[in-house]
């Protein structure tokens, strides 16, 4: 009994930090962009990891996330997915505050289009 005490606020916490609790708000950007998920994502991968080196890309459904942690604690700072569409991709990024435009993530995710 005393493990399962033990875990279980652990396990709370990871439910809380995790990608999708980001998903939840409305996304702080929304995108089109001709090039196809792969080709956006290798453009931005190194942008993000330029601004926080432990920002990581995973492949989902019909594209791929990536995933920002913030500077301390366990919740991301920003989760971006990017989905196949007719003519290109779609690109749609949550962030766990509401940045200025012109922030340097926002601006990554933009001069990938």
């Given amino acids: ?8 606020p652990l396990i709370l916490l990871a439910a809380c930090s995790s990608p999708g609790k980001l998903k939840e708000d409305a996304p ?8 196809s998920p792969s080709v956006y994502m290798t453009c931005l991968l190194p942008k993000w990891q330029a601004i926080r080196s ?8 019909f594209g791929y996330r990536l995933l920002m942690p913030a ?8 989760l971006l997915e990017t989905t196949a569409a007719d003519k290109g991709s779609d690109v749609v ?4 505050h509401s940045p200025s435009p012109d922030d340097a993530i926002n601006l990554a995710a933009r001069s990938c289009l």
Avoid: F, H, N, Q
């Fill in 1 to 8: 009994m005393k493990p399962l005490l033990l875990t279980l």
């Fill in 28 to 35: 702080a950007l929304r995108l089109e962009s001709a090039k």
């Fill in 54 to 61: 432990s920002s990581t890309v995973k492949e989902i459904r």
């Fill in 71 to 78: 500077t301390s604690g366990d919740s991301p700072e920003a």
């Fill in 93 to 96: 990024l949550y962030r766990r």
